[in-house]
């Protein structure tokens, strides 16, 4: 299958301080990719999607103004979070995908864990 | 609006037992379901997935589910478990908008 990698893997930043997560697709381009938060033992929930060259599509309770989201290029999408507080440490996850369609698969990034200190 | 219920949190199992997860759906329209498996500290991996066709799907690492349209159910079967595959194992129905939704999640436990 193809590949998305996620960077850092782990980041521990301090209260008040921007973070910026890194998902990029290897060996596809990717036309849309999709943000997750996933707090401890729960499942994963959709931050927002985006789509190469347009603004992102964040979903309903996701402040946009605290989780900056750009997808500039067909490989790489980042999430950058804003002034970080200790709530706002988790486990973010990407995926992405190549197409558009309903069964078309997308792939997901290792996850980047999140500690505000 | 889609969605998806996995009916059990945590089931531990010993292991070469065999084991199910269940995972219910809700939907009006044509469905397409995923099984993930999430192992700590790492992304989703997919297992199986059901677009159309044959109602037994079989998926990666010795696991099979079945799409059940009358009982609007997909569980995921797997005959005799290893200690391996101990990890987090997602049911998910992709909806009209091409998102997908995620069921709570169930924790497979595989006991020596």
């Known amino acids: 299958g193809a590949v998305v990698s996620q960077h850092p893997s782990r980041v521990i930043c301090k209260s008040g301080t921007s973070v910026k997560i890194e998902c990029r697709s290897l060996d596809f381009q990717a036309t849309t990719m999709f943000w997750y938060r996933q707090f401890p033992k729960k499942s994963l929930m959709l931050m927002a999607t985006s789509n190469e060259g347009s603004k992102a599509t964040y979903e309903q309770g996701v402040e946009k103004d605290k989780f900056l989201i750009n997808h500039a290029s067909l490989t790489l999408s980042t999430l950058t979070v804003t002034s970080a507080h200790p709530e706002d440490s988790s486990f973010y996850i990407c995926?992405?995908?190549?197409?558009?369609?309903?069964?078309?698969?997308?792939?997901f990034g290792q996850g980047t864990r999140l500690t505000v200190v | 609006a889609q969605s998806v219920t996995q009916l059990d949190s945590q089931v531990p199992v010993f292991e070469e037992a065999p084991v199910e997860l269940r995972c219910n759906y809700s939907?009006?329209?044509?469905?397409?379901l995923f099984w993930y498996v999430q192992y700590p500290n790492q992304g989703l991996q997919l297992l199986l997935k059901y677009l159309s066709g044959s109602t037994l799907v079989k998926g990666i690492n010795g696991f099979e589910a079945e799409f059940n349209k009358s009982q609007t159910s997909f569980h995921l079967r797997k005959p005799s478990v290893h200690i391996s595959d101990t990890a987090e194992y997602f049911c998910?129905?992709?909806?009209?908008?091409?998102?997908?939704?995620f069921g709570q999640g169930t924790e497979l436990s595989v006991k020596p």
């Open positions: 939907s009006s329209v044509s469905v397409y």
């Open positions: 998910a129905v992709k909806n009209q908008g091409g998102k997908l939704i």
């Open positions: 995926s992405a995908r190549d197409a558009v369609g309903l069964n078309t698969e997308a792939f």
